[in-house]
């Protein structure tokens, strides 16, 4: 039964996952944030092409 205590302390202790766990959050959050801007700023600069390729196609 002692070895199972011991076992369960080391494990409680141990932080190794908990760190790796933590890094994938981050990573998680810093891509939602990428997918997010990139999603604002795709739709816009289609419309600012848009505007300037009929804008060249008035001029000639």
Same mark, same amino acid.
Not at 27 to 51: E, M, P, Q, W
């Given at each position: 039964? /002692?070895?199972?205590? $011991?076992?369960? /302390? *080391?494990?409680?202790?141990?932080?190794?996952?908990?760190?790796?766990?933590?890094?994938?959050?981050?990573? $998680?959050?810093?891509?939602?944030?990428?997918?997010?801007?990139?999603?604002?700023?795709?739709?816009?600069?289609?419309? $600012?092409?848009?505007?300037?390729? $009929?804008?060249?196609?008035? *001029?000639?």
């Amino acid at each position: 039964m /002692s070895i199972i205590m $011991t076992v369960l /302390s *080391a494990l409680r202790r141990d932080e190794k996952g908990a760190t790796a766990i933590e890094y994938g959050l981050i990573a $998680t959050l810093i891509a939602v944030a990428i997918i997010a801007i990139v999603s604002t700023v795709g739709g816009d600069l289609i419309n $600012t092409f848009t505007d300037v390729s $009929t804008g060249l196609s008035g *001029a000639s």
